[in-house]
């Protein structure tokens, strides 16, 4: 099945800095890669996703880039601000046939 | 709006109770997923169920079971709650054309 490693677990930066979390998938098969966000004490919200037909999406200050020969994908977040602070999780699956596999979180602090 | 929820928010029981936890949406949505997050150790699916005639095993399903008991509705069960279940669980839903999965606010379960 499916294995999602997520990298770093934890990431301090400074207000204005950008942020990057990467993650691996090991099925080739997956074709969706979703990020979730969970604020302290929040449910998980999607917050960007992209599909493999796709290398690059991105919606104001963050983005997701795929590579698929390399099985990984990563999340950008340009000019970080406090509200940024939370758990990030990454996830992969098969579009509308599996269930999403998740990373196991990154917890990015943003330091005013 | 339409929305996942989930009884109870919380609960503290004893070693070897039965416990159910409940969750119910009015989003209309086929899918429903049970999940349960650990510090550390990201989301990680229990049971998921695509209809209502459809239960599966997720990466941890032992020492759980579940049932679908209309569309809205999914319940997880611990037979025979043991301490190492004490964690946050996460019930969600999709839309079988659209993979995001939207969560319920969570249910914190301590098991003494």
């Known amino acids: 099945g499916e294995n999602v490693e997520q990298h770093p677990s934890t990431l301090s930066v400074q207000e204005g800095d950008s942020a990057v979390i990467k993650c691996t998938y090991s099925d080739s098969a997956s074709n969706y890669f979703p990020w979730y966000k969970q604020e302290l004490g929040k449910r998980p919200q999607l917050i960007i996703d992209i599909r493999s037909n796709v290398g690059e999406k991105k919606d104001q200050r963050i983005a997701v880039t795929l590579n698929k020969t390399a099985k990984h994908f990563s999340l950008h977040i340009t000019e970080t601000q406090p509200e940024d602070s939370a758990v990030y999780f990454c996830a992969a699956s098969i579009w509308g046939n599996t269930p999403l596999v998740f990373g196991k979180g990154t917890r990015l602090s943003v330091i005013a | 709006d339409a929305d996942v929820t989930q009884t109870p928010r919380n609960r503290i029981t004893k070693t070897g109770k039965r416990i159910m936890l409940e969750c119910s949406q009015t989003?209309?949505?086929?899918?429903m997923y049970w999940y349960r997050q650990d510090p550390g150790l990201g989301l990680r699916l229990i049971y998921y169920?695509?209809?209502?005639?459809?239960?599966n095993k997720g990466e941890i399903s032992d020492g759980y079971s579940v049932s679908r008991q209309a569309q809205a509705k999914f319940s997880l069960s611990l037979e025979s709650a043991i301490p190492n279940q004490t964690a946050l669980y996460f019930c969600?839903?999709?839309?079988?054309?659209?993979?995001?999965?939207?969560f319920g606010p969570g249910t914190r379960l301590t098991v003494l």
């Open positions: 989003k209309g949505h086929d899918r």
């Open positions: 969600a839903t999709s839309h079988p054309g659209v993979n995001e999965q939207f």
């Open positions: 169920s695509f209809d209502v005639k459809d239960i």
